[in-house]
């Protein structure tokens, strides 16, 4: 059974960074396209990004692109968020979720992280990052 454990995150200032992680158990990660979303207090939650398990590409939220990063280390069954130059309203609790596809299927991958119009199957627990000003 899937189990998604993410770490990393914590308190950091304007402009500063984190990387969280995403540690997979119980499955092969190779099998999963990974979505990383977030959820700040009252709002709704938002899709940060996505990377799709044919060829590693990343796809991200319009205002996310240019300072985070996700990437995969199979070997370690881990999945990355890299967090640059953050801002106050980057503060949010901040979660991987992962979805089992076979490779090649770009419609799910759009439908998944392009769109946000299908789920993910598997959440983590998330992690906190609060971003001061």
């Known amino acids: 059974q899937l189990q998604l454990v993410e770490s990393g995150g914590g308190l950091v200032q304007s402009g500063g960074s984190l990387r969280l992680s995403c540690a997979a158990s119980?499955?092969?990660?190779?099998?999963?396209?990974i979505g990383w979303f977030r959820q700040a207090p009252g709002e709704e939650r938002e899709g940060v990004g996505c990377i799709e398990n044919s060829d590693g590409n990343t796809f991200y939220t319009d205002d996310k692109k240019g300072r985070f990063t996700i990437s995969r280390d199979n070997a370690k069954n881990t999945v990355y968020l890299q967090m640059n130059s953050l801002k106050p309203e980057d503060t949010a609790v901040y979660y991987c979720?992962?979805?089992?596809?076979?490779?090649?299927?770009?419609?799910?991958?759009?439908?998944?992280?392009?769109?946000?119009?299908?789920?993910?199957?598997?959440w983590g627990q998330g992690t906190q990052v609060t971003v001061s000003s």
């Open positions: 119980g499955v092969t990660l190779d099998d999963y396209v």
């Open positions: 979720a992962a979805e089992r596809l076979e490779k090649g299927n770009v419609q799910q991958v759009f439908r998944l992280c392009i769109i946000w119009t299908s789920d993910f199957a598997s």
